[in-house]
Each structure stands twice: as structure tokens, then as C-alpha cells.
């Protein structure tokens, strides 16, 4: 894909409120029918490149694109934008609300009506139609909003914490909703801090801190990056023999695999050469990878992140 062509496109963006940079020469591009992930400690920028990506607040240097131009009025038809805080009319019934949110998408109030019930009834909330937003729970009113930022059909949807207040059924039912979004050629930013969300949903990330990107890229190729040196392994093979291997995690567990820890500058490729040396027969070879949520707090513990 172009860069003229991208549904969105930042380049060298910075923004300053007062002495306080909140974006640093940010960069990063999203492609059609992608979940990208936005990720970052509180206070590290993200709503700010958020609110400037909707042209809430205007850049004081660099480029930011929509839909391969600069952001148009009638762009906001396009885009939803689920915030982290609620933006609901707590004592109106909530298929008038979203009725209601359809029509400020440019949506006529049949199709907003047909809208609205058809989400209601995906997100398991048709009983609700006629109840006010402020009688059902936290998490059916997260749900309610979600239906708000989806019911225009937007080419791109932004969603901050989107699984906030939702019980694990109600999440499932939401990620669902999402991969079924980005399935359609819907181009998904993701901004949330529940790295298994992440890990689940993203083919690729950034990750901000003090208003700089500091991790950016395929999510495979990061996790690569900062993988463990640790092997799991079944096979027949004395491990302690091996000239490779620093220690080995306790004894083989009930299915029969240890973690085999491997000493510098040895990879994965030379102790499985050992064991294919020594004719071991080998039922299980796994390069274990580091958690996102680990790679989350050691970047951002290197980075030294200070609330902006």
C-alpha cells in the first residue's frame, strides 16, 4: 500500500502544551484492514496522537494524513472514536441515543434505526432498547457505546480501552466484534493497556513513551527481539551434558518437558543441533517469548517514563 494511500500516516509529528512536549517527532502508519496497537504508560502521549489524528488538536510540526490527505470536515463521518471516558445521555433510552449518534454520522433515521437494533441485538442488549442508558450496568453501558462508535460503519474506528467494565463473556462477544470489524476492510487503532488483548488481536504495534515512540513494528518480530534464551523441550537427550546450557528449570514435568536455559552467545539452532547430534529423539522443541506485558514495563522502565 502507498503512503498515499493509508488510512492514516503521522509523520514527524510533535506537539508542546506549554513546556511539556506530549509528541516528539511521532511516526507510525496504518494500513486498511489492520488492528494496530497504540500502547503506552499513562501520560506517555497516546490520547494526545489520538485527539490530533481526529483534528482535535492541530501538530506543531510534522504530517498527519487521513485517508491519504490532510484531514477534511467530512472526514469525521468516516472515523469512530470510542474514548476511554463515557460519552453517553445517561437518562435517554438507548436505542434513541444511538439512533441519535447515527444521524450525527450523516446516517438517515431509517438506516440509524435499523442500525441500532441490529446492533443491540449482536451485543445481546435488545431487551434494553427502551431503557435509559443510566439503568443498565457498567459493562452493558460500555457495550452500548461500543454500538455508538460502530453504527455508521466508519472506515476507521479508534477504540481506547474498549473492554473497560466488561465481564469476560461481554469481552469475548467485543473482541469478536472487533476482528469481525477489521475483517471487513474496517481500519482499527487499538489503544489499552491489557496486553493480552493485544497479543490476541494486533499483527502490529507502537508503543509511546514520554511522548516518543520507543517500540514500533510487527508484533512477532518485537516479540522476537526480546525472547528469552530459554528452550522447552521433550526429548530423550541428557541436557546437563550439553555444552550449551547454563541451567535447567527442576525435573521434567508430568508430560515430560523441561526449560532448558542456554548459556551466551548459544541460540535455539545450536542446541537443537546438539540434540540432533546425539540422535535424541525429540518430541517437543519450543523457543519460549517474552510476554508483551514484560516487554511493556522494560521498555518503558528503560525509557524512564514521566507523567505528561
Not at 497516546?46 to 485517508?67: M, N, Q, S
Not at 490527505?69 to 467530512?74: G, T
Not at 436505542?95 to 449518534?101: S, T
Not at 460502530?150 to 467485543?174: F, M, T, Y
Request: net charge neutral; glycine share 8%.
Amino acid at each position: 500500500m502507498t503512503a498515499s494511500s493509508l488510512p492514516i500516516l503521522a509523520d514527524g509529528v510533535s506537539k508542546r502544551f506549554g513546556q511539556t512536549v506530549a509528541l516528539d517527532n511521532v511516526s507510525l502508519q496504518v494500513e486498511r484492514g489492520e488492528i494496530f496497537g497504540l500502547l503506552g504508560p499513562n501520560g506517555a502521549g497516546k490520547t494526545t496522537l489520538i485527539r490530533t489524528i481526529l483534528d482535535i488538536i492541530k501538530p506543531d510540526a510534522g504530517r498527519l494524513e487521513v485517508f491519504g490527505r490532510p484531514f477534511q470536515p467530512a472526514d469525521r463521518d468516516r472515523i469512530g472514536y470510542l474514548p476511554e471516558e463515557r460519552g453517553l445521555y445517561p437518562r435517554q433510552p438507548v436505542a434513541a441515543v444511538l439512533e441519535y449518534m447515527g444521524s450525527l454520522k450523516g446516517m438517515t433515521r431509517h438506516d440509524a434505526r435499523t442500525e441500532a437494533a441490529r446492533w443491540l441485538e449482536r451485543l445481546g442488549l435488545a431487551d434494553a432498547a427502551g431503557r435509559k442508558v443510566e439503568q443498565l450496568s457498567k459493562g452493558n453501558q460500555q457495550k452500548v457505546q461500543v454500538a455508538a462508535t460502530l453504527i455508521a460503519r466508519p472506515d476507521i474506528v479508534i477504540l481506547d480501552e474498549p473492554l473497560s467494565g466488561l465481564d469476560p463473556v461481554s469481552a469475548r462477544l467485543v473482541i469478536g466484534v472487533i476482528r469481525d470489524c477489521a475483517g471487513a476492510g474496517q481500519t482499527v487503532v487499538l489503544s489499552t493497556h491489557q496486553m493480552g488483548m493485544v497479543e490476541s488481536l494486533c499483527t502490529r504495534v507502537v508503543m509511546i513513551a514520554r511522548g516518543r515512540v520507543v517500540l514500533d513494528g510487527e508484533l512477532r518480530a518485537i516479540k522476537r527481539r526480546y525472547s528469552t534464551n530459554t528452550i522447552r523441550v521433550q526429548s530423550t537427550s541428557d541436557y546437563r551434558s550439553c555444552p550449551h546450557v547454563e541451567r535447567i528449570d527442576g525435573p521434567a514435568s508430568a508430560d515430560g518437558f523441561v526449560d532448558v536455559h542456554l548459556r551466551p552467545p548459544a541460540g535455539s539452532d545450536d542446541f537443537l543441533h546438539w540434540l540432533v547430534a546425539t540422535g535424541a529423539s525429540v518430541e517437543r522443541f519450543e523457543r519460549l517469548s517474552t510476554p508483551l506485558e514484560e516487554i511493556f514495563v522494560r521498555v518503558a522502565t528503560e525509557n524512564a517514563v514521566e507523567t505528561i
